[in-house]
T-cell receptor, first 115, second 112 residues
Framework: DTAVSQTPKYLVTQMGNDKSIKCEQNLGHDTMYWYKQDSKKFLKIMFSYNNKELIINETVPNRFSPKSPDKAHLNLHINSLELGDSAVYFC??????????????FGEGSWLTVV | GESVGLHLPTLSVQEGDNSIINCAYSNSASDYFIWYKQESGKGPQFIIDIRSNMDKRQGQRVTVLLNKTVKHLSLQIAATQPGDSAVYFCAENSQAGTALIFGKGTTLSVSS
């Protein structure tokens, strides 16, 4: 049973399109995240939700909109896709949103290619 | 902002050698550190963590060392195996933090 699952794993789409990536965790965690990994493997936090409430919203274009229907799901919707949005997007979850012992568990990633 | 970095982007070792991967962090308020392993095509996986009240923690074939004086973290892998080939990230958080901050990663290549 996959703890953090995200779909699709691969997505190739044209510039200007709107796409969504879905994420679900079955760990009973309170906090979920979206991280972006660029071509140099650098992992950067995009968003974090705790019990469906947005707690981190890093400087990302407002074309990116997370949605959390419940604490087990955090979806990422991207409008008007651009070439620079091509990256691997990782969903993750953790028991709580902060501090000591807050290990984050990652999904397998969604490879987005914008052409 | 504060960030966590790694000293070397790549490390190549022979099978059976011991590997040491280093990480320097800049946030003096950080009190929790984790090492992650990311294999090709997969998400980062938890390896080992350490709290700031410790300077050493051991797992199975892995040891993490924390030197708060110089803000340095290292991961030691004993008897490195080809299956250890991956990108390794250190990450840090604090009691006030709301998410792990990751370093840039070191790619470990193990040759037989």
């Amino acid at each position: 049973d996959t703890a953090v699952s995200q779909t699709p794993k691969y997505l190739v789409t044209q510039m200007g399109n709107d796409k969504s990536i879905k994420c679900e965790q079955n760990l009973g965690h309170d906090t979920m995240y979206w991280y972006k990994q660029d071509s140099k493997k650098f992992l950067k936090i995009m968003f974090s939700y705790n019990n469906k409430e947005l707690i981190i919203n890093e400087t990302v274009p407002n074309r990116f909109s997370p949605k959390s229907p419940d604490k087990a799901h955090l979806n990422l919707h991207i409008n008007s896709l651009e070439l620079g949005d091509s990256a691997v997007y990782f969903c993750a979850s953790s028991p709580s949103g902060r501090g000591d012992g807050n290990t984050i568990y990652f999904g397998e990633g969604s490879w987005l290619t914008v052409v | 902002g504060e960030s966590v970095g790694l000293h070397l982007p790549t490390l190549s070792v022979q099978e059976g050698d011991n590997s040491i991967i280093n990480c320097a962090y800049s946030n003096s308020a950080s009190d929790y550190f984790i090492w992650y392993k990311q294999e090709s095509g997969k998400g980062p996986q938890f390896i080992i963590d350490i709290r700031s009240n410790m300077d050493k923690r051991q797992g199975q074939r892995v040891t993490v060392l924390l030197n708060k004086t110089v803000k340095h973290l290292s991961l030691q892998i004993a008897a490195t195996q080809p299956g250890d080939s991956a990108v390794y990230f250190c990450a840090e958080n604090s009691q006030a933090g709301t998410a792990l901050i990751f370093g840039k990663g070191t790619t470990l290549s193990v040759s037989s």
